[in-house]
């Protein structure tokens, strides 16, 4: 059972490092500016969304997905150059905190779209990213226009990666899991044998 456990961990870290993976690429090929922390934030609550609500099927799930909103807000505030009013910030954040988590629990864990989760994924996170963005930098003071179709591109690669790595711990955890089962009732049937 501790196997497991610790193979839970992966659903939490495979999406925070695919993140960071997802966004170096896709900076340097559709945007000129860093939002590595976005990103990073992003793989943070899809991991803290399927760990707690989907494996973990806890009742504590939305008070830490809230923690976990609160954190990543907090070091959103630390990394913006110019000062942006906490609550606002906050807000926003709790929007796109939900929308992802709405999006990993009804896409990404929907038995009928499993085979196709990683593009749908990838697609919501483009809409996400192409809303949420802008306006966090209109929350900054720096308003662009027409930039939906470039915050879509790179929600689309980050979005994807971290599906990718979501999939893969998926697969792990399950591996896992069935080793488990597999273990328990052989040793359960050498019990019954003696």
Known sequence: MDRYRYTLLLILLLPIIAAGIGSYLAEREVLNSSLIQVSLGAGLLCGVSALFAHYLRSRITHSILLLSIFIVTILTRLTIKSPVNLISLLMVNL????????????????????????????????????????????????????????????????????????????????????????????????????
Do not use: C, W
């Not at 905190?97 to 919501?124: E, P, Q, S």
């Not at 809303?131 to 900054?140: N, T």
């Not at 027409?146 to 792990?172: C, E, K, P």
């Open 95 to 194: 929007v796109f905190g939900y929308v992802n988590h709405l999006m990993i629990i009804k896409v990404f864990y929907h038995k009928d779209l499993a085979r196709i989760r990683t593009l749908f994924v990838g697609l919501g996170g483009g809409v996400i990213f192409g809303v949420y963005l802008p306006y966090l930098y209109s929350l900054v003071g720096v308003h662009y226009e027409n930039v939906f179709s470039t915050f879509f591109m790179f929600g689309l690669i980050v979005y994807v990666f971290i599906a990718f790595a979501m999939s893969m711990a998926d697969l792990i955890i399950i591996k896992s899991e069935v080793e488990e089962l597999q273990s328990q009732q052989s040793y359960d049937e050498d019990e019954s044998d003696q």
